[in-house]
């Protein structure tokens, strides 16, 4: 039997994908130009961050638990990212490989852990893990302790591409993290997508539907901390370092406050959150210690005047899904 879907859903996905297109098209725009304005490195960063934000997104804003412990996935990606690349002399892609590998078995092994769990214990496991592989980090030899792993070599993509150079390294960086960017928005617009959402709205009556939440939940944990582990692989050899700052607890709340800041359950949220994040952390730098207390300042103000998020305001306003 066919089935027949409602003429108001079908106008509400033609919606959705008309004004996704139209913010998709105007970010890729802007990615194109800013290196010609702005500092490459500086953009490489926030493409990176924007992604772990996005990662990070995918299991707070479609399914609604809060992990405390997702420097856990970023930072051990980029350690070991940054040793196969250094020690083991490994080309970039084999490298991005092996880091994103590290993060998605961590994400099983971690998961497997915390997805029986909910609410605050959930995120406390969650953050108890991640304390665990930081102190782990900080005494085992090979992630070079507090030093970390420097001077990583970017090496040759496949062998032809120098990512020596800064606008190489900057197309390779954006098309991996816009091609991540899609991956992300077709499994919230897919089937497994619908069911996270409605996880997140009623585990109970979902369970009552017959899905096994449990699973799902575990599957798209390990797709989140795969995503970060992907962005820290990509960071290490950015900065060509791998330090005890990515396993940090700090990192972890510095990518929940980028997810909040532009719009929790939004598409293009976490981008705009994640390069304001990075701006405000490079520009205000002058400030020295304040500037700490500065960010608070303007974190307290948008969460008071945005309360949606940057982006979630803006669609509010515009009415339509951004």
Known sequence: MERVLDPLVLQRRRETNVSFVAGFAIMVALFVALPFVAYPVFLMQALCFALFACAFNLLIGYVGLVSFGHALY???????????????????????LIGTATAAVLGVIAGGVAIRRQGIYFAMITLALAQMMYFFALRTPFTGGEDGIQSVPRGRLFGYFDLSNEMTMYVFVLIVVLAAFL???RIINS??????????????????????????????????ATLAGLAGSLKALVFQLASLTDVHWTMSGDVLLMTLLGGLGTVFGPVVGAFAVIA???YLAPFGQWVLVIQGVIFVVCVLMFRRGIIGELAHFLRVQL
């Open 74 to 96: 970023f930072g051990w990606a980029s350690y070991l990212a940054a040793y196969a690349a250094k020690v083991w002399a490994l080309p970039p892609e084999v490298a991005i």
């Open 280 to 282: 405000m952390q490079n």
């Open 191 to 224: 089937p497994f997508g619908e069911v996270l959402k409605a996880i997140r709205e009623n585990e109970q009556r979902t369970i009552s539907l017959g899905y096994n939440t449990d699973r799902y939940k575990l599957v798209v944990f390990v797709l989140s």
């Open 183 to 185: 991956l992300i928005y």
